[in-house]
T-cell receptor, first 114, second 110 residues
Framework: KAGVTQTPRYLIKTRGQQVTLSCSPI?????VSWYQQTPGQGLQFLFE???????NKGNFPGRFSGRQFSNSRSEMNVSTLELGDSALYLC?????????????FGDGTRLSIL | GEDVEQSLFLSVREGDSSVINCTYTDSSSTYLYWYKQEPGAGLQLLTY?????DMKQDQRLTVLLNKKDKHLSLRIADTQTGDSAIYFCAESINGNKLVFGAGTILRVKS
């Protein structure tokens, strides 16, 4: 069974641009969550999607957004990029919505802002 | 509140046992997790424990949960150089949201 797939693995952007990251969950998994990992703030929850609806949201500005498609694949978008958005963005999938489902992570997309 | 704390660094000799400790604050957490992260990689789910359990064993891994003290530990028996990585403790809050500790760097000396 294939794991969580994130594309691209690496991205370089400049301030002010926007970026879209993609996540394909494990086959059959319906919930997708996104996390940001930085050396200073550690791992922080961005949002969770289930059945194409955002179910939970972390404390990030509105520049960070996401969506989920009918096949459970998810994308996150960051607009008006800032230097502080440089981070490893991790996607996790779980079988269902609710806290009784283990979450499996992809290898992440490393975003660098110049 | 939501807070998970871990010690930052642990160094052990190959073949010894490693014990990584974690404390959490949210008593409503239903599951507690241990993840491993190697350089340049994502998070690998090692094991998890339901909050009504006090112990779980999986091959070389033993998880102990003290719910009264909100303390979680991960014991790795016969630690190998391949176990060198960062280990994250996490609690699940409000659906699938995970709150992570800062991570414990495990260094295994041969």
């Amino acid at each position: 069974k294939a794991g969580v797939t994130q594309t691209p693995r690496y991205l370089i952007k400049t301030r002010g641009q926007q970026v879209t990251l993609s996540c394909s969950p494990i086959s059959g998994h319906r919930s997708v969550s996104w996390y940001q990992q930085t050396p200073g703030q550690g791992l922080q929850f961005l949002f969770e999607y289930f059945s194409e609806t955002q179910r939970n949201k972390g404390n990030f500005p509105g520049r960070f957004s996401g969506r989920q498609f009918s096949n459970s694949r998810s994308e996150m978008n960051v607009s008006t990029l800032e230097l502080g958005d440089s981070a490893l963005y991790l996607c996790a999938s779980s079988a269902d919505f609710g806290s009784n489902q283990p979450q499996h992570f992809g290898d992440g997309t490393r975003l660098s802002i110049l | 509140g939501e807070d998970v704390e871990q010690s930052l660094f642990l160094s052990v000799r190959e073949g010894d046992s490693s014990v990584i400790n974690c404390t959490y604050t949210d008593s409503s957490s239903t599951y507690l997790y241990w993840y491993k992260q190697e350089p340049g990689a994502g998070l690998q789910l090692l094991t998890y424990i339901f909050s009504n359990m006090d112990m779980k064993q999986d091959q070389r891994l033993t998880v102990l949960l003290n719910k009264k003290d909100k303390h979680l530990s991960l014991r790795i028996a016969d630690t190998q150089t391949g176990d060198s990585a960062i280990y994250f403790c996490a609690e699940s809050i409000n659906g699938n949201k995970l709150v992570f500790g800062a991570g414990t760097i495990l260094r295994v000396k041969s």
